[in-house]
């Protein structure tokens, strides 16, 4: 395997490119960052976005620099993995998650942390209520209720109403480029996604981190506080001054990611299901 610097977070970072078979045969693909440590980070990018957003780049380094190996990689239909891009998805995102684990865990490393950026940050809870065998998570800017958001991205009230009218909404950038295909099925995939009861099912051997900017302006800072209501161990951590993608305040949610996942215990080897 390809070995990368352990220094300090500023330095660039080497990886290993890895191709992980999902459990629709698609080609999930990722980026090792191997330190010579088997306690693997594993991270999840958000909404339209891939393995090299920025805050996951600066996460990815700091948990190497503290000696921790990490994984982060392109969700289906994102970045360079295949498959279609899916407006919603996020239980397709938990499964992919899950492949991912199993093949680390199948090949002997130890998966320590699921650390998730906005729609990344739902996909790591969700995989906690459903499978409950990580130690700990890490929801960074996360959106706990799923209702809110969607005019948003789809063009408010004239958006809905065509989607609704013709089953299927192509959106657009400002400057009129095309950006994706909304099909009605998929919001209501998204609207029937239970954050509420998701939660709840988190088991307490799972310590889960809420981090969340103070002035996140797309998701309120507000909802961070909603998940950490209905989970048995977990915290809420704001940064201040932090927008949605923490771009004044890289370090600052570096350091806040690493003292969390230090700070807990280690968990046994598991074996890939």
């Known amino acids: 395997m390809a070995t990368c610097d352990a220094g300090p977070s500023s330095r660039p970072l080497k990886g290993e490119k890895v191709t992980i078979l999902n459990s629709k045969g698609l080609n999930l693909v990722g980026e090792l960052a191997d330190t010579g440590s088997r306690e693997l980070c594993i991270l999840s990018h958000g ?14 380094r700091a948990l190497t620099g503290a000696g921790f190996s990490t994984f982060r990689f392109d969700f289906t239909g994102n970045g360079e993995s295949e498959g279609a891009f899916a407006y919603g998805s996020y239980w397709r995102e938990a499964d992919d998650l899950r492949s991912v684990v199993n093949y680390w865990r199948f090949r002997g490393w130890s998966v320590v942390s699921l650390i998730g950026h906005s729609k990344g940050g739902n996909a790591v809870l969700l995989y906690a209520s459903k499978y409950g065998d990580v130690g700990s998570v890490v929801n960074v800017s996360g959106r706990f209720d799923l209702s809110k958001g969607i005019n948003m991205r789809l063009g408010g009230r004239k958006g809905l109403k065509k989607l609704e009218e013709q089953g299927f909404l192509d959106v657009y950038d400002k400057s009129g480029k095309f950006e994706f295909r909304a099909v009605k099925s998929d919001v209501e995939e998204r609207l029937g996604t239970d954050m509420h009861k998701a939660c709840l099912e988190i088991p307490e051997s799972c310590r889960v981190s809420n981090v969340h900017g103070a002035v996140d302006e797309i998701v ?46 280690k968990q046994p080897l598991r074996a890939a299901l």
Request: proline letters at 5%; glycine letters at 2%.
């Open 47 to 60: 909404f339209r976005s891939s393995r090299e957003d920025p805050t996951l780049v600066t996460l990815s």
């Open 220 to 265: 309120p800072v507000q909802e961070a506080y909603e998940f950490d209501k209905r989970m048995r161990n977990s915290t809420v951590q704001i940064v201040d001054g932090a927008d949605h993608n923490f771009q004044l305040k890289q370090e600052e949610i570096a350091r806040l990611v690493v003292e969390f996942v230090r700070s807990c215990p």
